[in-house]
């Protein structure tokens, strides 16, 4: 008995004093991401820790604590989470790793508001074989998540969006479309000069123009303006609203197979490269593109609304309807889109965050 206690002693004293030859961590690597990078609010997704032990030796303790943001919620009932400063949760637990083995942790969570939420960092610390030392060291891992604006409820704006849409279409067979030419009929007086076909009015002594068929495509501008008034400051519960009305429009003119573009004064976090304009089109990726960029926006406008109506004249060619989603009235705004639409045609309807529902 007294010959095994000293072997085993022996054992513990040689795995103690290899524990503690080196720096531990230096043959542990860590990763972190989340599951999904664009979710819904309430969505379940889930944090995806990765810990690879790169030795030949046992790492008989780890302790992590993960730095998360504090509006996140855990949905593992038996996960260890800690309040911190700064908004933000730590997420603790404890792993060992086997020689040349890999330790993969994977926790539910959901997201409950819009935003852009960053993991931050994690630390970690490395016991001795008898858990009597331990090293910290910070470990950090570029992962993001973008929550999107809620579906706006757009049941009283019903009846004028189906009316502005009925419009549209109208005018879709009002407008003709001069790439597609069906024909001739003669001159009235009311046709530019460049539509005679010289080559008809030769043969029937008559002037002709070219008959062009009615199939031009409609194209809609959305149109996101988070501004305030003389101050720039809007309250905040109404711009959270137009995020809102602003996906759920875009999403009525992708049921309706409308094409569209979409303009914003809204400022990105992160600095989403070119989402303040986006051009012409329609499916899933170029809605997709327009909610992560809803999702990422701030409260405050990136410049004046003067400003981004003077881009869009420069974006929008031709004749173009225009959707306005705005966080209040504004006398003084909305003369400034009557004269964009005055100079480019179509039609225009203006949507308020003040109407919208809760």
Not at 56 to 65: A, D, T
Not at 325 to 337: D, F, G, S, T, Y
Request: proline residues 4%; neutral net charge; charged residues 25%.
């Amino acid at each position: 008995m007294i010959t095994f206690l000293i072997i085993l002693l022996i054992i513990v004293l040689i795995f103690q004093i290899r524990s503690l030859r080196g720096r531990a961590l230096d043959s542990v690597s860590y990763s972190f991401k989340f599951s999904k990078h664009l979710v819904e609010p309430n969505e379940k997704f889930e944090l995806i820790s990765v810990i690879t032990n790169e030795s030949r030796l046992i790492v008989p303790f780890l302790k992590v604590e993960e730095s998360l943001p504090g509006q996140i919620n855990i949905l593992d009932e038996d996960a260890i989470i800690r309040p911190e400063g700064r908004g933000e949760i730590k997420h603790c637990y404890s792993a060992y790793l086997m020689p040349r083995s890999e330790f993969e942790r994977r926790v539910p969570v959901s997201l409950p508001k819009r935003g852009l939420y960053r993991y931050s960092n994690t630390m970690m610390v490395c016991g001795d074989f008898l858990g009597m030392y331990g090293e910290w060291e910070q470990f950090g891992s570029a992962a993001d998540v973008v929550v999107y604006p809620i579906p706006a409820n757009l049941d009283r704006f019903q009846i004028m969006l189906g009316g502005f849409f009925g419009e549209i279409s109208v005018r879709r067979f009002i407008m003709e479309d001069p790439i597609l030419n069906i024909g001739v009929r003669e001159y009235t007086g009311a046709e530019p000069f460049s539509q005679i076909s010289w080559k008809h009015s030769a043969k029937t002594a008559r002037l002709m123009v070219k008959q062009f068929d009615y199939t031009s495509e409609p194209v809609v501008s959305v149109l996101l303006d988070i501004s305030g008034g003389t101050s720039n400051i809007t309250d905040i519960k109404l711009v959270e609203k137009c995020f809102s009305l602003a996906r759920s429009v875009c999403e009525a003119l992708e049921s309706k197979k409308i094409q569209y573009d979409f303009i914003s004064n809204a400022a990105t976090a992160n600095a989403l490269s070119g989402w303040s304009y986006k051009s012409e089109g329609l499916g899933n990726t170029h809605l997709l593109s327009i909610l992560e960029g809803l999702g990422r926006a701030s409260h405050k406008p990136r410049e004046s609304f003067a400003v981004t109506v003077e881009k869009m004249k420069k974006h929008i060619e031709g004749n173009r309807s225009l959707i306005c989603i705005m966080p209040e009235r504004n006398a003084k705004k909305q003369q400034l889109v009557h004269r964009f639409t005055e100079l480019k045609g179509g039609s225009i309807l203006f949507i308020f965050g003040e109407d919208a529902n809760e």
